[in-house]
Protein backbone atom coordinates (compact mmCIF):
# COMPACT_ATOMS: atom_id res chain seq x y z
CA UNK A 1 0.00 0.00 0.00
CA UNK A 2 1.31 3.08 -1.13
CA UNK A 3 1.06 6.77 0.93
CA UNK A 4 -1.71 7.73 -1.66
CA UNK A 5 -3.76 4.40 -1.41
CA UNK A 6 -7.01 4.84 0.00
CA UNK A 7 -7.23 3.19 3.56
CA UNK A 8 -10.70 2.27 3.40
CA UNK A 9 -13.09 0.94 0.89
CA UNK A 10 -16.14 2.19 2.19
CA UNK A 11 -16.42 4.84 5.30
CA UNK A 12 -20.27 4.90 6.68
CA UNK A 13 -20.58 8.54 8.10
CA UNK A 14 -23.80 8.30 10.62
CA UNK A 15 -24.94 12.41 10.77
CA UNK A 16 -23.72 14.45 8.42
CA UNK A 17 -23.83 18.04 10.24
CA UNK A 18 -20.65 20.02 10.46
CA UNK A 19 -17.83 17.65 11.36
CA UNK A 20 -19.41 14.59 9.52
CA UNK A 21 -19.49 16.64 6.23
CA UNK A 22 -15.88 17.83 6.61
CA UNK A 23 -14.71 14.21 7.15
CA UNK A 24 -16.85 13.33 4.07
CA UNK A 25 -15.46 16.21 2.03
CA UNK A 26 -11.68 15.39 3.41
CA UNK A 27 -12.15 11.34 3.15
CA UNK A 28 -12.82 12.02 -0.81
CA UNK A 29 -10.84 14.25 -1.43
CA UNK A 30 -7.31 13.08 -0.16
CA UNK A 31 -8.36 9.55 -1.60
CA UNK A 32 -8.57 8.01 2.28
CA UNK A 33 -11.80 6.18 1.03
CA UNK A 34 -13.08 4.65 -2.41
CA UNK A 35 -16.40 5.77 -1.42
CA UNK A 36 -18.13 7.91 1.22
CA UNK A 37 -21.81 7.02 2.21
CA UNK A 38 -24.03 8.54 4.73
CA UNK A 39 -27.00 8.08 7.10
CA UNK A 40 -28.98 10.65 8.87
CA UNK A 41 -31.96 10.69 10.57
CA UNK A 42 -33.07 13.64 8.63
CA UNK A 43 -33.96 13.34 4.95
CA UNK A 44 -33.77 17.11 4.16
CA UNK A 45 -30.20 16.93 5.44
CA UNK A 46 -29.64 13.59 3.22
CA UNK A 47 -30.93 15.22 0.59
CA UNK A 48 -28.77 18.24 1.08
CA UNK A 49 -25.58 16.26 1.41
CA UNK A 50 -26.63 14.76 -1.88
CA UNK A 51 -27.57 18.03 -3.24
CA UNK A 52 -24.12 19.23 -2.06
CA UNK A 53 -22.10 15.69 -3.79
CA UNK A 54 -20.21 15.08 -0.88
CA UNK A 55 -21.57 11.11 -0.42
CA UNK A 56 -21.71 8.69 -2.89
CA UNK A 57 -25.20 7.81 -0.97
CA UNK A 58 -27.25 9.40 1.40
CA UNK A 59 -29.91 7.13 3.69
CA UNK A 60 -32.11 7.57 6.52
CA UNK A 61 -31.41 4.09 7.16
CA UNK A 62 -28.22 3.03 8.87
CA UNK A 63 -28.35 -0.18 8.21
CA UNK A 64 -28.05 0.44 4.25
CA UNK A 65 -25.40 2.89 5.43
CA UNK A 66 -23.65 0.00 6.98
CA UNK A 67 -23.58 -2.46 3.81
CA UNK A 68 -19.99 -2.77 2.63
CA UNK A 69 -18.26 -0.40 5.13
CA UNK A 70 -15.27 -1.18 6.75
CA UNK A 71 -15.25 1.89 8.90
CA UNK A 72 -18.38 3.25 10.14
CA UNK A 73 -18.00 7.02 12.04
CA UNK A 74 -20.86 7.79 14.11
CA UNK A 75 -20.83 12.16 13.77
CA UNK A 76 -24.21 12.59 15.46
CA UNK A 77 -24.65 13.80 18.86
CA UNK A 78 -23.03 12.03 21.74
CA UNK A 79 -26.41 11.49 23.08
CA UNK A 80 -27.57 9.61 20.48
CA UNK A 81 -25.19 7.39 19.95
CA UNK A 82 -26.58 4.45 23.21
CA UNK A 83 -29.12 4.79 20.26
CA UNK A 84 -27.17 4.74 17.35
CA UNK A 85 -24.97 1.38 18.74
CA UNK A 86 -28.14 -0.77 19.16
CA UNK A 87 -28.97 0.38 15.79
CA UNK A 88 -25.61 -0.78 14.21
CA UNK A 89 -25.07 -3.98 16.22
CA UNK A 90 -26.93 -6.48 13.99
CA UNK A 91 -25.08 -5.03 11.18
CA UNK A 92 -21.78 -5.40 12.23
CA UNK A 93 -18.98 -7.63 10.48
CA UNK A 94 -15.77 -9.32 11.21
CA UNK A 95 -12.81 -6.58 10.85
CA UNK A 96 -14.76 -3.40 10.86
CA UNK A 97 -13.63 -0.16 12.32
CA UNK A 98 -16.81 1.60 14.53
CA UNK A 99 -15.12 5.06 15.32
CA UNK A 100 -16.90 8.71 16.33
CA UNK A 101 -15.77 12.34 16.01
CA UNK A 102 -17.41 13.21 19.49
CA UNK A 103 -16.39 15.86 22.08
CA UNK A 104 -16.56 13.22 25.13
CA UNK A 105 -15.08 9.71 25.05
CA UNK A 106 -15.43 7.42 28.35
CA UNK A 107 -19.81 8.14 27.12
CA UNK A 108 -17.97 6.42 23.78
CA UNK A 109 -16.87 3.26 25.44
CA UNK A 110 -20.45 3.19 27.82
CA UNK A 111 -22.51 3.85 24.98
CA UNK A 112 -20.88 1.73 21.72
CA UNK A 113 -18.79 -0.49 23.36
CA UNK A 114 -21.34 -3.42 24.98
CA UNK A 115 -23.14 -3.52 21.60
CA UNK A 116 -19.34 -4.39 19.86
CA UNK A 117 -18.59 -8.52 19.83
CA UNK A 118 -15.11 -9.40 19.41
CA UNK A 119 -12.87 -8.80 15.84
CA UNK A 120 -15.06 -5.67 15.31
CA UNK A 121 -12.75 -2.65 16.76
CA UNK A 122 -13.71 0.57 18.46
CA UNK A 123 -11.33 3.21 18.05
CA UNK A 124 -12.81 6.60 19.70
CA UNK A 125 -11.63 9.91 18.46
CA UNK A 126 -11.93 13.47 18.67
CA UNK A 127 -10.77 16.22 15.85
CA UNK A 128 -10.13 18.82 18.24
CA UNK A 129 -11.54 21.67 15.31
CA UNK A 130 -14.90 23.38 14.45
CA UNK A 131 -16.66 26.46 13.69
CA UNK A 132 -19.65 27.73 15.21
CA UNK A 133 -21.86 27.18 12.05
CA UNK A 134 -24.16 23.84 11.64
CA UNK A 135 -25.13 21.64 9.03
CA UNK A 136 -23.86 19.60 6.00
CA UNK A 137 -23.44 22.82 4.39
CA UNK A 138 -21.19 24.68 6.69
CA UNK A 139 -18.42 21.54 6.16
CA UNK A 140 -14.85 21.89 4.62
CA UNK A 141 -12.38 19.72 3.70
CA UNK A 142 -9.64 21.42 5.31
CA UNK A 143 -10.99 21.99 8.73
CA UNK A 144 -8.63 19.28 10.55
CA UNK A 145 -5.29 20.53 8.88
CA UNK A 146 -3.04 21.53 11.42
CA UNK A 147 -5.25 20.46 14.10
CA UNK A 148 -5.34 17.79 16.74
CA UNK A 149 -7.10 14.54 16.61
CA UNK A 150 -7.41 12.52 19.89
CA UNK A 151 -8.03 8.79 20.07
CA UNK A 152 -9.03 7.04 22.64
CA UNK A 153 -8.33 2.98 22.12
CA UNK A 154 -9.45 1.17 25.02
CA UNK A 155 -6.42 -1.02 26.47
CA UNK A 156 -6.67 -4.00 24.30
CA UNK A 157 -7.92 -2.79 21.09
CA UNK A 158 -6.06 -4.29 17.88
CA UNK A 159 -3.27 -2.71 17.29
CA UNK A 160 -3.69 -2.64 13.24
CA UNK A 161 -7.06 -0.54 13.52
CA UNK A 162 -5.56 1.74 15.41
CA UNK A 163 -2.92 2.65 12.90
CA UNK A 164 -5.28 2.66 10.11
CA UNK A 165 -7.53 5.54 12.28
CA UNK A 166 -4.19 7.40 12.79
CA UNK A 167 -3.18 7.56 9.06
CA UNK A 168 -6.34 8.29 8.11
CA UNK A 169 -6.14 11.68 10.32
CA UNK A 170 -2.88 12.19 9.37
CA UNK A 171 -3.76 11.78 5.90
CA UNK A 172 -6.32 14.89 6.13
CA UNK A 173 -3.64 17.09 7.70
CA UNK A 174 -4.30 16.55 11.40
CA UNK A 175 -1.83 15.49 13.87
CA UNK A 176 -2.65 12.41 16.20
CA UNK A 177 -2.17 12.17 19.96
CA UNK A 178 -2.93 9.27 21.59
CA UNK A 179 -4.51 8.89 25.42
CA UNK A 180 -7.06 7.28 27.75
CA UNK A 181 -10.97 8.51 27.43
CA UNK A 182 -10.80 9.68 31.14
CA UNK A 183 -7.50 11.93 30.45
CA UNK A 184 -9.22 13.28 27.67
CA UNK A 185 -12.67 14.03 29.12
CA UNK A 186 -10.09 16.16 31.89
CA UNK A 187 -8.45 17.73 30.09
CA UNK A 188 -11.05 18.98 27.20
CA UNK A 189 -12.99 20.19 29.93
CA UNK A 190 -10.96 22.67 30.32
CA UNK A 191 -10.11 23.65 26.95
CA UNK A 192 -13.16 23.33 25.45
CA UNK A 193 -15.87 22.34 27.67
CA UNK A 194 -15.66 25.31 30.02
CA UNK A 195 -15.19 28.23 27.96
CA UNK A 196 -18.19 27.13 26.11
CA UNK A 197 -20.25 27.04 29.40
CA UNK A 198 -19.22 30.49 30.76
CA UNK A 199 -19.49 32.16 26.88
CA UNK A 200 -23.03 30.77 26.97
CA UNK A 201 -23.53 32.36 30.03
CA UNK A 202 -22.09 35.51 29.86
CA UNK A 203 -24.11 35.93 26.38
CA UNK A 204 -27.07 35.36 27.79
CA UNK A 205 -26.06 37.29 30.79
CA UNK A 206 -25.96 40.34 28.87
CA UNK A 207 -29.11 39.49 26.86
CA UNK A 208 -31.10 39.47 30.11
CA UNK A 209 -29.84 43.22 31.30
CA UNK A 210 -32.92 44.92 31.42
CA UNK A 211 -30.89 48.48 31.86
CA UNK A 212 -28.82 48.22 28.54
CA UNK A 213 -30.73 47.83 25.69
CA UNK A 214 -30.09 44.56 23.16
CA UNK A 215 -29.24 47.01 20.33
CA UNK A 216 -26.03 48.87 22.81
CA UNK A 217 -25.03 45.55 23.94
CA UNK A 218 -24.41 44.38 20.07
CA UNK A 219 -22.92 47.66 18.89
CA UNK A 220 -20.27 47.77 21.76
CA UNK A 221 -19.81 44.01 21.51
CA UNK A 222 -16.10 44.63 19.86
CA UNK A 223 -14.68 45.67 23.49
CA UNK A 224 -14.63 41.59 24.14
CA UNK A 225 -18.03 40.63 24.30
CA UNK A 226 -18.44 39.25 20.12
CA UNK A 227 -15.42 36.93 21.00
CA UNK A 228 -17.71 35.18 23.32
CA UNK A 229 -20.76 35.25 21.26
CA UNK A 230 -18.96 32.84 18.23
CA UNK A 231 -18.51 30.38 20.66
CA UNK A 232 -21.98 30.58 21.89
CA UNK A 233 -23.09 30.38 18.84
CA UNK A 234 -22.21 27.03 18.70
CA UNK A 235 -24.94 23.92 17.83
CA UNK A 236 -27.21 23.65 21.22
CA UNK A 237 -27.69 20.05 20.71
CA UNK A 238 -24.29 18.96 20.49
CA UNK A 239 -22.90 20.97 23.38
CA UNK A 240 -25.88 20.08 25.83
CA UNK A 241 -24.59 16.37 24.79
CA UNK A 242 -21.28 16.87 25.63
CA UNK A 243 -22.01 18.80 29.02
CA UNK A 244 -24.46 16.13 30.10
CA UNK A 245 -21.88 13.36 29.13
CA UNK A 246 -19.05 15.10 31.10
CA UNK A 247 -20.90 16.40 33.75
CA UNK A 248 -18.15 15.32 36.61
CA UNK A 249 -15.16 16.87 34.95
CA UNK A 250 -16.91 20.15 33.95
CA UNK A 251 -18.51 20.18 37.07
CA UNK A 252 -15.07 19.94 39.10
CA UNK A 253 -13.50 22.25 36.61
CA UNK A 254 -16.35 24.97 37.25
CA UNK A 255 -16.11 24.54 40.74
CA UNK A 256 -12.53 25.61 40.85
CA UNK A 257 -13.17 28.69 37.75
CA UNK A 258 -15.51 29.92 40.59
CA UNK A 259 -12.89 29.52 43.51
CA UNK A 260 -10.95 31.42 41.36
CA UNK A 261 -13.34 33.77 39.74
CA UNK A 262 -14.10 34.50 43.51
CA UNK A 263 -10.74 35.66 44.95
CA UNK A 264 -10.48 37.98 41.93
CA UNK A 265 -13.97 39.68 42.67
CA UNK A 266 -12.76 40.01 46.16
CA UNK A 267 -9.38 41.97 45.13
CA UNK A 268 -11.58 44.10 43.17
CA UNK A 269 -14.05 44.68 45.91
CA UNK A 270 -11.37 45.50 48.41
CA UNK A 271 -9.06 47.51 45.46
CA UNK A 272 -6.22 44.93 45.44
CA UNK A 273 -4.39 46.37 42.92
CA UNK A 274 -1.43 44.36 43.08
CA UNK A 275 -3.33 40.82 43.21
CA UNK A 276 -4.67 41.91 39.76
CA UNK A 277 -2.19 42.95 38.10
CA UNK A 278 0.14 40.14 38.75
CA UNK A 279 -3.05 37.72 37.50
CA UNK A 280 -3.31 39.52 34.48
CA UNK A 281 0.21 39.57 34.25
CA UNK A 282 0.72 35.75 34.56
CA UNK A 283 -2.29 35.24 31.93
CA UNK A 284 -0.52 37.02 29.47
CA UNK A 285 2.26 34.39 29.06
CA UNK A 286 -0.21 31.58 28.14
CA UNK A 287 -1.17 33.22 25.14
CA UNK A 288 2.38 33.72 23.85
CA UNK A 289 2.96 29.72 24.08
CA UNK A 290 -0.58 29.35 22.16
CA UNK A 291 0.99 31.38 19.65
CA UNK A 292 4.11 29.26 19.52
CA UNK A 293 2.65 26.60 19.21
CA UNK A 294 0.75 27.95 16.19
CA UNK A 295 -2.81 26.75 17.49
CA UNK A 296 -3.66 30.47 17.97
CA UNK B 1 -12.97 75.03 7.06
CA UNK B 2 -13.26 72.31 4.38
CA UNK B 3 -13.88 68.52 5.20
CA UNK B 4 -10.27 67.97 5.34
CA UNK B 5 -8.81 70.86 6.96
CA UNK B 6 -7.03 69.60 9.63
CA UNK B 7 -9.27 70.65 12.78
CA UNK B 8 -6.25 71.21 14.98
CA UNK B 9 -2.87 72.62 15.19
CA UNK B 10 -1.40 70.35 17.53
CA UNK B 11 -2.43 67.95 19.77
CA UNK B 12 -0.39 66.38 22.85
CA UNK B 13 -0.90 62.52 23.15
CA UNK B 14 -0.26 61.77 27.08
CA UNK B 15 0.74 58.08 27.20
CA UNK B 16 2.01 56.62 23.61
CA UNK B 17 1.20 52.99 24.09
CA UNK B 18 -1.25 50.36 21.93
CA UNK B 19 -3.88 53.43 21.48
CA UNK B 20 -2.09 56.47 22.15
CA UNK B 21 0.65 55.59 18.78
CA UNK B 22 -2.69 54.25 16.73
CA UNK B 23 -4.23 58.25 17.40
CA UNK B 24 -1.21 59.75 16.84
CA UNK B 25 -0.65 57.49 13.47
CA UNK B 26 -4.19 58.44 12.59
CA UNK B 27 -4.41 62.04 13.34
CA UNK B 28 -1.67 62.14 10.72
CA UNK B 29 -2.31 59.97 8.13
CA UNK B 30 -5.95 61.88 7.81
CA UNK B 31 -4.89 65.04 8.21
CA UNK B 32 -6.66 65.78 11.60
CA UNK B 33 -3.92 68.15 13.04
CA UNK B 34 -1.09 69.95 11.93
CA UNK B 35 1.50 68.74 14.30
CA UNK B 36 1.29 65.65 16.53
CA UNK B 37 3.54 65.51 20.31
CA UNK B 38 3.66 63.33 22.88
CA UNK B 39 4.80 63.05 26.40
CA UNK B 40 5.44 59.55 28.31
CA UNK B 41 6.76 58.81 31.35
CA UNK B 42 8.84 56.33 30.01
CA UNK B 43 12.34 57.65 28.11
CA UNK B 44 12.33 54.32 26.75
CA UNK B 45 8.80 54.37 25.47
CA UNK B 46 9.35 57.87 24.21
CA UNK B 47 12.60 57.25 22.21
CA UNK B 48 10.83 54.19 19.91
CA UNK B 49 8.14 56.70 19.37
CA UNK B 50 10.22 59.41 17.92
CA UNK B 51 11.75 56.57 15.87
CA UNK B 52 8.78 55.12 14.42
CA UNK B 53 8.67 58.44 13.42
CA UNK B 54 4.50 58.86 14.88
CA UNK B 55 5.04 62.11 16.58
CA UNK B 56 7.01 65.46 15.88
CA UNK B 57 8.43 65.34 18.77
CA UNK B 58 8.49 63.33 22.55
CA UNK B 59 9.05 64.56 26.11
CA UNK B 60 9.06 62.63 29.13
CA UNK B 61 7.49 66.34 30.76
CA UNK B 62 3.67 67.02 29.95
CA UNK B 63 4.08 70.84 30.32
CA UNK B 64 6.44 70.64 27.08
CA UNK B 65 3.72 68.40 25.14
CA UNK B 66 1.09 71.00 26.08
CA UNK B 67 3.54 74.07 24.59
CA UNK B 68 1.00 75.14 21.78
CA UNK B 69 -1.40 72.04 21.78
CA UNK B 70 -5.38 73.34 21.50
CA UNK B 71 -6.51 69.45 22.10
CA UNK B 72 -4.38 67.09 25.14
CA UNK B 73 -6.07 63.39 25.11
CA UNK B 74 -4.83 61.40 27.45
CA UNK B 75 -3.79 57.98 26.51
CA UNK B 76 -2.16 56.56 29.69
CA UNK B 77 -3.73 53.59 32.18
CA UNK B 78 -7.40 55.36 34.04
CA UNK B 79 -5.40 55.11 37.06
CA UNK B 80 -2.66 57.62 36.16
CA UNK B 81 -5.52 60.22 35.43
CA UNK B 82 -5.74 61.84 39.11
CA UNK B 83 -1.85 62.40 38.64
CA UNK B 84 -1.79 63.34 35.32
CA UNK B 85 -4.90 65.85 35.92
CA UNK B 86 -2.57 67.85 38.56
CA UNK B 87 0.09 68.04 36.19
CA UNK B 88 -1.58 69.20 33.48
CA UNK B 89 -3.51 71.67 35.55
CA UNK B 90 -1.14 75.07 35.81
CA UNK B 91 -0.64 74.26 31.69
CA UNK B 92 -3.90 74.63 30.64
CA UNK B 93 -5.24 77.39 28.45
CA UNK B 94 -8.49 79.03 27.72
CA UNK B 95 -10.10 77.36 24.72
CA UNK B 96 -8.34 73.96 25.07
CA UNK B 97 -9.95 70.51 24.75
CA UNK B 98 -8.82 67.88 27.26
CA UNK B 99 -9.99 64.35 26.09
CA UNK B 100 -9.28 60.46 27.08
CA UNK B 101 -9.57 57.20 25.74
CA UNK B 102 -10.28 54.98 28.64
CA UNK B 103 -12.54 52.42 29.15
CA UNK B 104 -14.06 53.62 32.32
CA UNK B 105 -15.70 57.26 32.11
CA UNK B 106 -17.23 58.49 35.74
CA UNK B 107 -13.75 58.25 36.56
CA UNK B 108 -12.83 61.08 34.60
CA UNK B 109 -14.76 63.13 35.68
CA UNK B 110 -13.80 62.45 38.96
CA UNK B 111 -10.43 62.55 38.30
CA UNK B 112 -9.98 65.16 35.88
CA UNK B 113 -13.05 67.43 36.05
CA UNK B 114 -11.62 68.81 39.12
CA UNK B 115 -8.79 70.40 37.56
CA UNK B 116 -10.06 72.33 35.04
CA UNK B 117 -11.15 75.74 35.05
CA UNK B 118 -14.01 77.47 33.06
CA UNK B 119 -13.46 78.12 29.58
CA UNK B 120 -11.36 74.91 29.62
CA UNK B 121 -13.76 71.89 27.49
CA UNK B 122 -13.25 68.35 28.99
CA UNK B 123 -14.94 65.98 26.37
CA UNK B 124 -14.34 62.17 27.51
CA UNK B 125 -13.77 59.82 25.20
CA UNK B 126 -13.76 55.72 24.39
CA UNK B 127 -12.77 54.52 21.31
CA UNK B 128 -14.25 50.52 21.43
CA UNK B 129 -11.27 49.31 19.97
CA UNK B 130 -7.66 47.67 20.61
CA UNK B 131 -6.01 44.47 20.29
CA UNK B 132 -3.88 42.21 22.89
CA UNK B 133 -1.09 44.05 21.98
CA UNK B 134 0.96 46.61 23.68
CA UNK B 135 3.08 49.26 22.77
CA UNK B 136 3.66 51.99 20.46
CA UNK B 137 4.91 49.77 17.80
CA UNK B 138 2.02 47.70 18.57
CA UNK B 139 -0.26 50.80 17.12
CA UNK B 140 -1.63 51.68 13.28
CA UNK B 141 -3.59 54.28 11.70
CA UNK B 142 -6.62 52.03 11.12
CA UNK B 143 -7.78 50.46 14.84
CA UNK B 144 -10.68 52.83 14.54
CA UNK B 145 -12.03 52.34 11.41
CA UNK B 146 -15.41 51.09 11.41
CA UNK B 147 -15.34 51.03 15.10
CA UNK B 148 -17.70 52.92 17.75
CA UNK B 149 -16.19 55.86 19.46
CA UNK B 150 -18.46 57.03 22.95
CA UNK B 151 -18.40 60.13 24.31
CA UNK B 152 -19.04 61.33 27.42
CA UNK B 153 -19.20 65.56 28.13
CA UNK B 154 -20.87 66.22 31.53
CA UNK B 155 -23.81 68.38 30.98
CA UNK B 156 -22.91 71.84 29.97
CA UNK B 157 -20.28 71.24 28.04
CA UNK B 158 -19.55 73.43 25.12
CA UNK B 159 -21.38 72.33 22.30
CA UNK B 160 -18.19 73.35 19.61
CA UNK B 161 -15.62 71.49 21.88
CA UNK B 162 -18.05 68.42 21.10
CA UNK B 163 -18.28 68.22 17.89
CA UNK B 164 -14.69 69.17 17.08
CA UNK B 165 -14.34 65.76 19.08
CA UNK B 166 -17.15 64.32 17.15
CA UNK B 167 -15.32 65.37 13.78
CA UNK B 168 -11.95 63.63 14.52
CA UNK B 169 -13.56 60.44 15.27
CA UNK B 170 -15.41 60.31 12.63
CA UNK B 171 -12.31 62.05 10.04
CA UNK B 172 -10.16 58.44 11.42
CA UNK B 173 -12.79 56.06 10.86
CA UNK B 174 -15.07 55.87 13.72
CA UNK B 175 -18.92 56.25 14.25
CA UNK B 176 -19.69 58.62 17.23
CA UNK B 177 -22.50 57.93 19.84
CA UNK B 178 -22.66 60.41 22.85
CA UNK B 179 -24.25 58.93 26.69
CA UNK B 180 -23.83 59.83 30.07
CA UNK B 181 -20.58 58.46 31.62
CA UNK B 182 -22.47 56.57 34.61
CA UNK B 183 -24.47 54.74 31.28
CA UNK B 184 -21.46 54.06 29.10
CA UNK B 185 -19.82 52.32 32.34
CA UNK B 186 -23.09 50.19 33.11
CA UNK B 187 -22.96 49.15 29.45
CA UNK B 188 -19.21 48.42 29.19
CA UNK B 189 -19.46 46.57 32.21
CA UNK B 190 -21.20 44.01 30.43
CA UNK B 191 -19.58 44.12 27.03
CA UNK B 192 -16.27 44.22 27.75
CA UNK B 193 -15.13 44.86 31.16
CA UNK B 194 -17.03 41.23 32.56
CA UNK B 195 -15.81 39.52 29.11
CA UNK B 196 -11.85 40.07 29.97
CA UNK B 197 -12.36 39.38 33.82
CA UNK B 198 -13.85 35.92 32.59
CA UNK B 199 -11.22 35.26 30.23
CA UNK B 200 -8.60 36.55 32.85
CA UNK B 201 -9.85 33.87 35.44
CA UNK B 202 -10.39 30.92 33.15
CA UNK B 203 -7.08 31.25 31.94
CA UNK B 204 -5.38 31.37 35.40
CA UNK B 205 -7.80 28.52 36.45
CA UNK B 206 -6.13 26.30 33.40
CA UNK B 207 -2.79 27.22 34.01
CA UNK B 208 -3.18 26.41 37.73
CA UNK B 209 -4.65 22.58 36.65
CA UNK B 210 -1.80 20.28 38.35
CA UNK B 211 -3.48 16.37 36.66
CA UNK B 212 -3.71 18.37 32.95
CA UNK B 213 -0.16 19.28 32.11
CA UNK B 214 0.09 23.12 30.69
CA UNK B 215 1.89 21.93 27.10
CA UNK B 216 -2.00 19.69 26.83
CA UNK B 217 -4.10 22.96 27.32
CA UNK B 218 -2.17 24.72 24.92
CA UNK B 219 -2.47 22.12 22.27
CA UNK B 220 -5.99 21.26 22.68
CA UNK B 221 -6.65 25.08 23.13
CA UNK B 222 -8.28 25.34 19.61
CA UNK B 223 -11.30 23.89 21.09
CA UNK B 224 -12.34 27.01 22.44
CA UNK B 225 -10.08 28.05 25.03
CA UNK B 226 -7.94 30.05 22.27
CA UNK B 227 -10.60 32.60 22.23
CA UNK B 228 -10.07 33.67 25.68
CA UNK B 229 -6.40 33.80 26.06
CA UNK B 230 -6.55 36.58 23.37
CA UNK B 231 -8.55 38.85 25.87
CA UNK B 232 -6.66 37.64 28.53
CA UNK B 233 -3.13 38.94 26.68
CA UNK B 234 -4.27 42.39 27.30
CA UNK B 235 -2.44 45.14 28.95
CA UNK B 236 -2.30 44.50 32.91
CA UNK B 237 -2.06 47.66 34.41
CA UNK B 238 -4.25 48.89 31.92
CA UNK B 239 -6.97 46.24 32.99
CA UNK B 240 -6.39 46.69 36.93
CA UNK B 241 -7.28 50.09 36.69
CA UNK B 242 -10.30 49.46 34.70
CA UNK B 243 -11.42 46.54 37.72
CA UNK B 244 -10.84 49.51 40.38
CA UNK B 245 -12.73 52.41 38.67
CA UNK B 246 -15.50 50.52 37.51
CA UNK B 247 -15.93 48.33 40.87
CA UNK B 248 -19.84 49.30 41.23
CA UNK B 249 -20.70 48.24 37.83
CA UNK B 250 -18.98 45.29 37.33
CA UNK B 251 -19.24 43.68 41.05
CA UNK B 252 -23.01 44.21 39.84
CA UNK B 253 -22.97 42.78 36.65
CA UNK B 254 -20.55 39.61 37.94
CA UNK B 255 -23.26 39.11 40.51
CA UNK B 256 -26.06 38.47 37.79
CA UNK B 257 -23.07 36.42 35.56
CA UNK B 258 -22.35 34.04 38.30
CA UNK B 259 -26.19 33.62 39.14
CA UNK B 260 -26.98 32.78 35.72
CA UNK B 261 -23.49 30.20 35.83
CA UNK B 262 -24.86 28.24 39.09
CA UNK B 263 -28.22 27.79 37.23
CA UNK B 264 -26.76 26.21 33.98
CA UNK B 265 -24.17 24.01 37.07
CA UNK B 266 -27.62 23.14 38.43
CA UNK B 267 -28.82 22.30 35.08
CA UNK B 268 -26.14 20.22 34.26
CA UNK B 269 -25.67 18.17 37.77
CA UNK B 270 -29.35 16.96 37.47
CA UNK B 271 -29.32 16.35 33.71
CA UNK B 272 -32.06 18.62 32.84
CA UNK B 273 -31.16 18.41 29.32
CA UNK B 274 -33.79 20.84 27.95
CA UNK B 275 -33.42 23.81 30.06
CA UNK B 276 -29.57 23.25 28.36
CA UNK B 277 -30.85 23.41 25.15
CA UNK B 278 -32.95 25.99 25.48
CA UNK B 279 -30.50 28.39 26.64
CA UNK B 280 -27.74 27.55 23.81
CA UNK B 281 -30.69 27.95 21.52
CA UNK B 282 -31.18 31.38 22.74
CA UNK B 283 -27.65 32.74 22.64
CA UNK B 284 -26.96 31.97 19.03
CA UNK B 285 -29.24 34.28 17.53
CA UNK B 286 -27.12 37.19 19.73
CA UNK B 287 -24.44 36.19 17.69
CA UNK B 288 -26.23 36.29 13.99
CA UNK B 289 -27.23 40.17 15.48
CA UNK B 290 -23.57 40.87 15.84
CA UNK B 291 -22.64 39.51 12.60
CA UNK B 292 -25.67 41.49 10.77
CA UNK B 293 -24.12 45.19 12.61
CA UNK B 294 -20.85 43.88 11.00
CA UNK B 295 -19.18 43.81 14.83
CA UNK B 296 -18.30 40.33 14.12
Known sequence: MTDTAPLFDRVAIIGIGLIG???AR???????????????RSIDVCAKAMELGIVEMATTEIPVAMDGADLVVLCSPVGSFAEVGEAIAPHLREGMIISDVGSVKQAVLRDIGPHLPDGVHLVPG????????????????????????ILTPPPGTDAGAVEKMTALWRRIGSTVEIMEASHHDRVLAITSHLPHLIAYTI??????????????????????????????????????DIFLNNREAVLDTLQRFTEDLTALQRAIRWGEGQQLQDHFSKTRTIRRSIIDAKQA
Do not use: N
Open 26 to 40: ALTEYGVARSVVCAD
Open 126 to 149: HPVAGTEHSGPEAGFASLFQGRWC
Open 21 to 23: SSL
Open 203 to 240: VGTASDLEETTKSEVIKFSAGGFRDFTRIAASDPVMWR
